[in-house]
């Protein structure tokens, strides 16, 4: 199959049309912050505004022809276990999904909360093994070799897979790391205009990091995934609450407002369990830096950086992702069009 002379990506919020081209139907952007609260902390009203926002998000995408079964991506994590929670209120039954390695943490959890809630809960656990043999696969589907994006590409792949056997549909928690300001990295910001402006980036970029992640995996098993934290009244709402409340401290752990939406909903300690990144639950992420750690040597990979022509990679890891992608794509992919995950940590640098 040929490949077009240029590709050009297609910008979010936008629609095209042939004779008069691209027109923004939506701007992150112009959504206005609300100024600092006189209170440090949300009030109740606050917190069901929320909570009745996402619930009606989770309610909408439930929505199908009786012919289309809807499950749910269930990790154990908080975003997930938030939208189970609100999807079961309206749904029985109700299938939930999670895979894993053997030791990971996910499994536990999410078993928990689908014991707690009631779901028909579905587990594959999967070897070391298993994710080599599929991660050129993986990557062919995501057309990306960005390190983070890839290790967690490989259990949302395995879960599609599972999926695919009982629902068309799967809700996933994709988004509301961005806009609740959930990553470890955003601890960094001590101020509310800059804690603003971030989330507010890093949700304009969904589109080229972990929604293509979440769209490829699920459509390459034919399966759909709908994403209730990126409702465009529950980013509005997200984004019009003072940006101090999403501040993290010693005292306030991240994502606190929803945390406190969950309380009445899901177990104390999966409400308070903390955050940690769907390739690491899963057990993915420390696999493959050790497996690539022993395929780039220290000396391959200060070659490759000393190049000045090579692409810009950021770990070894990055790297022996990167010699797949090559391979599999050749140029006809550019690598100035892979979106750039801003959620790594300096841990999992070099």
Do not use: C
């Not at 945390?259 to 104390?268: G, H, K, M, Y």
């Not at 690491?280 to 990979?301: N, P, W």
Request: aromatic share 8%; no cysteine.
């Amino acid at each position: 199959m040929g490949v077009a002379a240029e590709i050009k990506e297609f910008p979010p919020g936008h629609w095209w049309h042939s004779q008069k081209g691209l027109r923004r139907f939506y701007d992150l952007n112009a959504l206005p912050q609300k100024p600092s609260p006189m209170r440090k902390q949300p009030d109740e009203e606050a917190l069901r505004l929320i909570q009745n926002t996402l619930r009606h998000a989770v309610h909408k995408r439930l929505i199908a022809d009786e012919t289309v079964p809807v499950g749910v991506s269930q990790s154990g994590g908080l975003d997930s276990s938030l939208v189970t929670a609100l999807a079961r209120e309206a749904k029985t039954p109700l299938d939930s999904f999670v895979v894993g390695t053997a030791d990971s943490e996910d499994i536990a959890a999410s078993r928990q909360v689908a014991d707690f809630l009631g779901t028909r809960h579905h587990v594959y656990i999967y070897s070391v093994e298993e994710m080599l043999e599929v991660l050129p696969e993986v990557i062919y589907h995501l057309e990306s070799f960005d390190a983070p994006l890839v290790r967690s590409a490989i259990p949302n792949y395995f879960l599609a897979r599972l999926a695919a056997d009982y629902v068309k549909v799967t809700l996933l928690g994709e988004g509301a790391d961005e806009i609740f300001a959930g990553y470890e990295y955003l601890a960094d910001y001590v101020d509310a205009e800059s804690l603003d402006a971030e989330p507010r980036l890093i949700t304009n970029k969904l589109h080229n990091t972990n929604l293509q992640r979440a769209d490829r995996m699920t459509m390459a098993h034919g399966i759909e995934g709908r994403v209730p934290f990126l409702d465009k009244e529950v980013i509005r709402t997200a984004f019009s609450l003072p940006a101090e409340w999403k501040l993290q401290s010693e005292n306030r752990p991240e994502k606190e407002l929803l945390r406190r939406v969950a309380a009445n909903l899901l177990p104390e300690n999966i409400v308070w369990r903390p955050k940690q990144k769907f390739s690491d639950g899963a057990g993915s992420m420390h696999a493959l830096t050790a497996y690539a750690d022993e395929k780039i040597s220290d000396s391959e990979y200060a070659a490759h950086r000393r190049s000045p022509d090579a692409v810009p990679v950021r770990s070894k890891e990055e790297l022996f992702y990167y010699r797949i992608f090559k391979e599999i794509f050749g140029n006809d992919l550019s690598p100035d069009s892979i979106g750039v995950t801003r959620s790594i940590t300096a841990d999992e640098l070099d």
